[in-house]
């Protein structure tokens, strides 16, 4: 047995050792995380995932600049662990949990030990507590004691039998896949546990709790399969919301929409236009990059008043969708685009790019990248005196807590914050309750959407894989529209939300806030 290193990116305060306990539990509403609702921050591994498959069916454009580094494989882990959401809610049906275990399989053999190579794991009972703690230094992420080998290994084998046995009319579980030992997966794991809490408090669906398997892909696309080998394999899993990023999301979607048990997968966030139509199987309730791009390049040219443009982009499904979107757009309205630029997360500086494009008379510079690669542009960019007008994509969000860096860079969004919308409203505040000091993101609310949806989609058709999928698929046609915090979502034949709209956000004073129309 070995321990996994801790998810990096969410922070937590110290907590004590990690018990076991079976209890009722009192309802109540969604507050803020008690002193006692932690997530451990380390890990523990039984098995190795199998080798990664090859993704070979996955369409790409251009070649990979560069292959991945002795390093970069090395964080190609599964990090999957399965929070169980109780505490502050009854399970439909009384207090059943205080039972003495009992398998109800025939042979009294577990299942569910390894499937497809990555393990889940249940954490202490009770919500978890995602809020940051104070900031005290470069590295706030405090490892947690599970009290040596014995606690672990006790703690393991209660995961496996949990984990292995269902009973008829026990919890609906949804899986929850994302890079969650990164800041950018933080608002999607806070909003899914809000969003399952106040479906749980109001006594599930059709009298279920839902429970929400929690599985980390890292961002990457060879670990996303992976981890959708091992939830494609769980019979438990009814349904996945995930993956967060393009790349992870395309990869993955062939696992869950192949085989004899297909089953839905519904990314927040995943953006890049060759996701669709992948499976019929695959939805996202967010715009795709064919409304992001053409987005960006209309207010370019109608509100900045730019006509030569520079872009640099990550050489990813994402960062080339976004690029290739605002280039056609930016052209057709008269623009030209002087130059396009590619990085990889290696790359050390964009300073040649950058003196060149001053050069060459651009006079705005879209960034169709991820955060870090947006941060070193934004410090070269001022290290060179350039103080061009700066537009990026959705992958940006949470770089406005740059301060005075990213101070009136412009962002395409599917959500803002602030948006005018009473459930919208009502969702912030809950989120701010349950979160101090926390405002969700477009990602957090987009999972916040799809945890509900499911939860209808469950309620009118049962909690079959194939129900699920079929109810799915008549939203916005043979059954009404879903009416969401990030806006109406209507599924069209490619699982996508093409009427969804995209608004363009503004960074003052470390929030991102809506870009008022010139």
Known sequence: ????????????????????????????????????????????QVRRGPSPLETAGVRRREQRLEGLDEAAQARQRIHASQPTLRGSFDQPGGAADSRRPTCPHRSGKQRGKSRGGATTLRFVPGQLNLAPRPADGAHPVVST?????????????AALWLGGCSRPGGPIVIALAGPFSQPRGASMLRAAQLAVNQVNAHRGVQGRRLELRVADDSGNEDTAVR??????????????IGHLSSGPSIAAARVYGGGATPVVMISPSASSPDLSGVSPFVFRVCPSDLQHGPRLAHFAWQSLGARHAGIIYINSDYGRGVRGTFAAEFARLGGTVVEADPYVATTPSLEPYLARMRREGVDLLLL????????????????????WPVLGGDALTGIEADGALVEGLRISSAYLPDRRDERNAAFVADYARAYPGERPDHRGA???????LLARAIGEGGASRRAIRARLAEVGHAKAAFEGVTGVIAFDANGDVAAKTVVIGVARGGRLVTQAEQ
Do not use: N
């Open 368 to 387: 169709a990248s991820e955060r870090p690669g947006a941060e070193l542009a934004l410090r070269e960019m001022q290290l060179l005196g350039i103080s």
């Open 227 to 240: 981890v959708a080998e091992t939830l494609y394999a769980d019979p438990a899993v009814v349904a996945v």
């Open 145 to 157: 004691a599970f009290g040596g080998l014995l606690r672990r290994s006790l703690l393991v084998g």
């Open 1 to 44: 047995m070995r321990i996994e290193k801790r998810a990096a990116a969410l922070e937590y305060r110290e907590q004590a050792a990690v018990r076991l306990v079976e209890c009722p539990f009192q309802p109540g509403a969604v507050g803020s995380p008690s002193e006692g609702q932690r997530l451990p921050g380390d890990l523990v």
């Open 446 to 452: 987009a999972t916040y959407d799809a945890v509900f």
